[in-house]
Structure formats: C-alpha cells, structure tokens
C-alpha cells in the first residue's frame, strides 16, 4: 500500500472539505497502511489447478507486488480452512534473464521447493492462459530452467538432467533392511519396488524413509513403484513438504521410470499409472551410462479461480 505524502503546501483553510485537506489526507493514507502493518488481512486472487491430481494454489505475481509468509501460504494450502491444495506457485519476472519466466514454488507446509513436475506443467498453461503464448516457454526454477511444450490440454516439460544415481542401498528400518534406490531429479527422491502397489504400506514407511539418517540432512521423497510386463509401472508417492500421499508426483514419476530402466531395462518412453489414475509418460534418452533430455508429458487441468483472504 503506498503512503501519500505531499508536505510542499500545507492547507490548513476549514472551509475545505475535510477529505480535500492534504494533511488531514496525509494522516488517513498513513493510517490505513500503519493498520495494515499490524496485520489486516489482504485479499489473494488464485486460480485452482491439478496435474494428474497433483492440486496446486497458483498466483500471479508479475508485479512483485506479493508477499505471502509460510504462515499465510499454509492456509491457503488448507483442505478445510484454505482452498486445499498441495502446493503453492507464484509466477514471477525471470530476474536473471535466463527463462521466460522464473516462478516460486511451495509445499503446503509453506516450505520452499526446488522442483514438481505436475506443478511445472500446471505452471506453464497458467502462463499461456494469462499471456495468450503459442510456442515453447522457458522459466527458471530452483533446480535450473524447465521448457514446456503444449499439445492441447497436456504439456510436455523437459526438466533438469538427473544426478545422484545411488542403486541397491541396503538401509535399515524398523520392519528390517530394504533395498533402497535414489536419484535427485529436481529434488530427492528414493525408489522401493513393490510386489502390489495398492498394498505398500505409503503413509507409514514413506514417513520413516522420507526423515531416515541415510538420506539426512535434505530429506527425501519416497516412491512405491510397481513393475508392469508392458513397459509400464504403477507410482505412488510419499511427498517430502506434504508429509502424506499425494495423487501423483511428476519428478517422483520420472525417478521412478529412470531407475526402472536402469535396473529392469525399460525403454523410452515409460509409461505410469499414479493413484490418481491418470497415466503419465516419461521420455529419456541414455549416452555413456548417463541419462539426458529427460521429458514428462501429462495432463494440466483447470479447476477453478477465485479470490482468498489471508
């Protein structure tokens, strides 16, 4: 809110309205912004996207005009008291002049993150719905920049090269050792096969894995994949930042589909099935034992907008 404050003349004649009189105006704008300071609440215009179920808070901060605390994002993020959503994104100028865009992206626990895959491709048809843009876009991420590609209602984003490719780690848990794989593909994340997807135990190894020693002090992501005989495997997901199951997770989907191909040979594309039941498709090419040009194609749908008060 900005201060008006005009003190080259000072009109102090009472036959003027009092509202005309510059001080008296003075004081009122000064007023207003010092009760502002002390906590009124504001107004946050939004608009409600998923990615695969993957729900996202997405705001539009072109002007570096908002200011939200973790606190203030946590509500918004609230299923029952907020708009309910899994995560947060601002969409802001790309200070470095690297990307298109740059955005900020937070968990609901108002923390910041440094990649999402659903969250990238909701991000960039938010973008080409506020600016009418056709061709590929670019923005800067916490993780580096991220290009997205439209085909109609779902988005191809190419994300960031994977790195940290840790396979067979035997680490200890309550129930006993389990064979435990990693890869950071945007942000950590650790990759357990399952016999039966619908069966793993999510909520309650996907907490004791995502805080383990082993994967200390970042944390990790945890995936329960299921292998499927025709090129295909079936995700879900325990998101660090969340601290539950989410209906999908787009770098979880990749780190899931990469590491599938490193130690059960499948080829590109990948495709997952996540909880939510939507299929994902995951795209990669290999050189020299390294993974490159690494895509994730998927749905990016609109829910609703609105305007909330924080």
Not at 65 to 93: E, F, M, N, Y
Not at 98 to 106: E, I, P, S, T, V
């Amino acid at each position: 809110m900005t201060i008006f404050l005009n003190i080259e003349r000072v009109v102090t004649d009472s036959r003027l309205p009092f509202t005309d009189r510059p001080t008296d105006r003075f004081r009122l704008e000064f007023e207003v912004c010092r009760l502002d300071w002390y906590g009124l609440s504001m107004l946050v215009e939004f608009t409600k996207m998923n990615g695969a179920g993957n729900d996202f808070v997405l705001v539009d901060d072109r002007a570096r005009k908002l200011r939200l605390d973790s606190g203030q994002i946590t509500r918004i993020c609230d299923r029952h008291a907020g708009v309910g959503a899994d995560g947060l994104i601002a969409l802001r100028p790309c200070g470095s002049g690297r990307a298109d865009w740059a955005w900020d992206f937070y968990n609901n626990d108002g923390g910041n993150a440094e990649m999402c895959g659903n969250g990238a491709r909701c991000f960039a048809r938010f973008v080409q719905r506020l600016t009418g843009v056709k061709k590929d876009i670019t923005f800067e991420t916490r993780a580096g920049i991220i290009t997205a590609a439209f085909q109609g209602e779902r988005v191809t984003v190419s994300l960031t090269p994977p790195k940290d490719l840790r396979l067979n780690q035997s680490v200890a848990l309550r129930g006993g050792k389990t064979m435990i794989h990693s890869v950071d593909t945007g942000v950590p994340h650790a990759v357990i096969f399952v016999e039966d997807a619908d069966q793993a135990m999510v909520q309650a190894l996907g907490a004791e894995v995502r805080g383990h020693a082993h994967f200390a002090p970042r944390g990790t992501n945890v995936n329960f994949v299921q292998l499927r005989g025709d090129n295909s495997i079936r995700v879900r997901t325990y998101e660090r930042g969340v601290e539950g199951e989410t209906l999908a997770c787009g770098t979880g989907v990749t780190a899931s589909a990469l590491i599938s191909a490193e130690l059960h040979h499948f080829t590109s594309p990948v495709r997952v099935q996540v909880q939510g039941g939507d299929l994902l498709e995951v795209s990669f090419e290999k050189k020299d034992g390294q993974f490159g040009n690494v895509r994730l194609t998927g749905p990016a749908d609109f829910a609703f907008e609105g305007r909330i008060e924080v």
